[in-house]
Every structure is written in structure tokens, then in C-alpha cells.
């Protein structure tokens, strides 16, 4: 009995033990009862041992009373660990709260990790943008980027954010922008303030973008053009705000005025070549007329001083529309040899005539003659002549020099070598400021308050074209020295291209012959015709280039060849002078063509040998230039027909 009770007793101490090391490990080996646990294996061994030792041969009978006792006590531990289960259970789910609790808190300071790390790098990503945007809003050339607080009602005005370029724009510093936004506003021309305030409220309304272009009176005295783009929009406060942007369109504004002026400038040169082509064609029959009169008259007829006057007023006339084409056109130079010095004598006393200013002419008696279209010449003297005059409103004194000149020695800039004419215009006005100077022949420029900038530009531009050079000095409150070198006529100091080194008289004598004259004026028709007669030839004339071609095709067939053919180079509504020279020359390779026209700018003038013309004739032209150009195209074809060349 007593071993069944051991046995019996030693199988409870090891399950109370067993179930121990259970608990233990689910609540998480709590240390304290690891001691219980090798207390009760302890107790298992112990009872083991004793129940061995009663197994065995020989051993001692058990005692019973004891035996019953350690039973009793396996059964309590056993019964005690039973109960301290539900502790157990409450220690693992500690346990695992406070595990899963410190995961959380794991997970959250991952989280609250990345979240601060993104956010760092937001913050750096926004400082770099706003950097950028800095960076970009301060160099902005010509502008400055502005951000504007108009609070709830939109009637407030507050710099939130402005640009270092409200300094070049307004010149104030960002800070004084801040302070006061009026100071800005306030540079934006009364009558621009209105325009902006309008574009403001409009803009409002739509909740859309708005653009002006306003005129701003700097502190320094300076009026500029602006160009304000804005948008509005609202923040969650109510506030209204405005995002925009300043540029300076000062420059392209003036620039969009000249496109205007040199579009402007090229209608007028399309409606000023028409009145000057006209104009001319009149002028040929006053021109013509006037001197046929002079020719019947006697001279001590008491008409004729009237008419010589009238003679004069004409020429005067003739260059007035020479220099009408060249504003317009600018055209090229028809060259002819001319005497200088009676272009500078006339032009000058004709812009002088009835002023304060009196003229000072000295003119070299060996001046060379030049090779210059004489109408663009006399814009050059009337020019410079006009200016010195508006240099002196209170009168004065114009010194004009004319000389021979081998090379540009003394003058500003490269020097040029070879045979010149020099002229020298001095006046005793003003001056012209240092800065100016250099600008002084830059279309449009001009120092003063009345004029176009256009004089001195086209006066450079003529002389230019003719190969020849401009300087000017001046001296404030001195005056000013223009100084214009002009090629002399090579012809005058080469005799091997004079017509007598050819073989033909030096002095063509006077034509004669019969001349065919195509003009589509009724009075240039009939002036010319009589003009003709008077030089010693015969005239048919016909009004447009068909009928010039059946009239010299017939003469051909009859025996009775035209010696000369004069054609208008511009008819309208029919064949021009070009395309009757072109058939003409087809039929008849020896025909001797002379073109004429009232565009003294055109190019086929320039260049008549170029377009198959023997010669050119300028309208209005008078009777000994219509005398000379007849005499030369007759010798130059009488001169080919013996196999000689002849130069014009």
C-alpha cells in the first residue's frame, strides 16, 4: 500500500512540475517562478529516489504515514500550480500586449521617421524653390515679379512678396516698395492708373488674368513703357490676391513706332514717287515752254526777265521733287558730271534766302567737277544748308568752302586716299552735345525739338552712295563743321576717254535727224516735240510702246528709219519704255534708244547702257540737257558705226 501511494505521489510531483514549466513558458519564463518550478522538479527526483530505493532487492519497507504525507503534498502543489493558471494566462497576455504594444511603437517611430524625413525634404525642396524663384525674380532682366494683398474688399494695396528689380523699374529699394506700394503705383501716369483700374475690376469678375501697358514718370525725370500682367485669386482667409509680373517695354515700344514710321515712310514713297512722277511730267511742259518763249522773244523783250525768273523757280521746283524721291525712296543716283560749284552757289542762297543767316561761299576756281546725280547733290548742300540755318534761329554766320582734296587726312576714323572734291559747311549755332555726335546720322535721331532725324540720315546715305565720305565736329555753344568728300569725275584729268582720244569730235555737233517720242503725256508730247524741232530735228510722237513699235516697224518697211527713239519708261495701262526697247532692239539692233522718265530715282536711269539705252533723260529736263543727251547718243552711234567705241 505504502509503495502505491509513492509511486502514485512521485507521478503528481513531476505533473505538477511538468504543468509548471508550461505556464512558465506561455507567461513568458517569469523568473521568480522558475524557483517554484525547480523546487517541484526537485520534489519529483526526491520522490523518484525513494521510490527506487523501495523497488529494489532488499530494500526497507515504506512507511505509510509518510508515504500518505508526501501525497498529500504532490496533490496541493499540483493543485497549486492548477490555480496559479489563470495567472498565467493574464501574465501571457500581458506579454503579448505589451509586445504587440511595442511593435506599434516600433511601426510608429518607422513611421513618425519617414514622415519626418519627408517632410525635411519638402521643406528643403520648397526653400530650393523659393530660392529659385528668387534667384529668377531678381535677375529677371527689365522686370520684377510682385505678389499683392488687396484684402477681403479688394480696395487694400500690400507687397506680400516684390523683386529687387522694382529698384531698376522704379527706383526704390524692396524695402521701401513694402513700405509704401503707392510710391510705386503712384509712378503709373494718371490717365494708365484708370486703364489698370478698369483691367483690375474686369479681371475680378471673370477671375482671369489681365495685361496693360501703362507709362510711368521715373523719380529721376525719365518717362518709361510698362507692361503689367496680373491674375487674381482668393485665399481661404477671403483675402484677394494678386500674382503678376513688370517688364520694361520701353525698347520694343520704340521699336514697334519706328516699324510704324518706316512702314508710314514707305506708303508715303509710293504716293510721293506718283505726285513727283506727275509732278515732273508738268514740269517738262512749263520747263519746255518757258524756254521756247524766251527763244522767240527778243532780248530786250520786257517778258523775258519775267520769264527767266520763272525759268529759275522751275529748277528750284525740279529739285524739290528730287528731294521728295530721295526721302521716300532713297533712290539711286543717276550720274552725270557736274559743276559743283554752281550747285553749292544756287542751293545755298535758296535755303538762306530771306533769314538772319548770312552765307560765306569760297570756291577753289580749279574746283574738279564730280561725278554725282545733280538733284541728290543739291539735298546733300540744302541739307547741311538747312541745318546750320536751325542752328543759329538768331542769325548768324555760314562759312562754306569748296576745294581739291587728295586723300581724308585730319578727318575722325580710316583715312581714304585719292582725288576729291572737299566741302566744308561751318556754321557758329549751338552745337551738338558729345554724346549726340557719334549718333548724329542715325535715322530718327535728332537733338532737337522740331524734325524727323531724317535730314542728316539721307544726307550720309546720298553721299555714301556715290562713294564718297561725311565727318562732323562740334563744339557746344561753337558750332558745328561738316565735312563732305566727294569723288571728282575721273573723265576730267583722263583725256584717253574723251571722245576726241577716239577719233570723234571732242564737242558733239548738233543732232539732227528724225526722232520718234513715246510719252503718255499729252503736254510732254507736245513740249518735247517743239523742243525738238528747235535743236534742229524732226518728231512723231505716239502715246504708248505698242504704238511705238507699228510706227518704227512701218518707218523700217517705208525706208525711212527713225535716227533716235525716245521712250517714257512708265506708261499706264500699257508697254513702258523697257519692254518697248526690248522689241525695238529685237527688230532692229542699231536702233538708238533714249529713255526718259519722271522717276529720277529709278535704276534703269543709273544705268540706262545696262537696260540697252544709248542715254537717259530726266523729266522735267530742259532744252539744251534734251540737246546734249540727242548730240551724244547720235556721235556714240555715228562713232560704233565706223568700229569705234566711244564711252559715256
Known sequence: MGLAILALSTLIQF???GLAVVLNRKAGRVGAFRVVVGALILMGIRRAIALGGALAPGGGASDGVGESVGLLTSCLALAGVCLTRGLFDHLARLRADSQAEAARRQRAEADSGIFRRKAEEATARLRESELQLRFVSDNLPGGMVYQIDSGSDGRERRFTYVSAGVRQLHELSVEEAYADPLRVYGQVCEEDRRLVAERERAAIRAMAPFAAE??????????????????????????????????????????????QRIRTLEGLGTVAGGVAHDFNNLLTGVFGNIELAK??????HPALASLTAAHQAMENARHLTTRLLT????????????????VIR???????????????VDLADDLWPVKADAGQLAQVVSNLTINAKEAMPGGGNLHVRAENAHDTVGMAGPEHRGRFVKVTFRDEGVGIPPPAVERIFEPYFTTKETGNGLGLAITHRIVTRHGGHIFVNSTPDVGTVFTVFLPAAEGATEPSQSLGGLGCPEEPPRPSGHVLLMDDEEVVRAAASRMLEQTGCTAETVANGREAVRRYSAAMRDGGRFDVVILDLTVRGGMGGKETARELLAADPGATIIVSSGYASDSVLADPAAYGFAGGLVKPFQLRELEATLARAMQTRRCAAAGRTVSG
Open 15 to 17: 505533473s505538477a512540475a
Open 214 to 259: 501703362v507709362q510711368v514718370n521715373l523719380p529721376s525725370g525719365g518717362t518709361r513703357s510698362r507692361l503689367f500682367a496680373s491674375a487674381p485669386r482668393r485665399l481661404s482667409n477671403g483675402h484677394l490676391v494678386w500674382d503678376g509680373i513688370e517688364l520694361d517695354i520701353t525698347e520694343r515700344r520704340t521699336a514697334e513706332e519706328e516699324r
Open 295 to 300: 527763244l522767240e522773244l527778243p532780248p530786250d
Open 346 to 360: 544756287d542751293t545755298v542762297a535758296f535755303d538762306l534766302a530771306g533769314t538772319p543767316v548770312a552765307a560765306h
Open 327 to 342: 526721302f521716300a525712296k532713297g533712290g539711286h543716283p543717276v550720274l552725270q558730271t557736274v559743276d559743283i560749284r554752281r
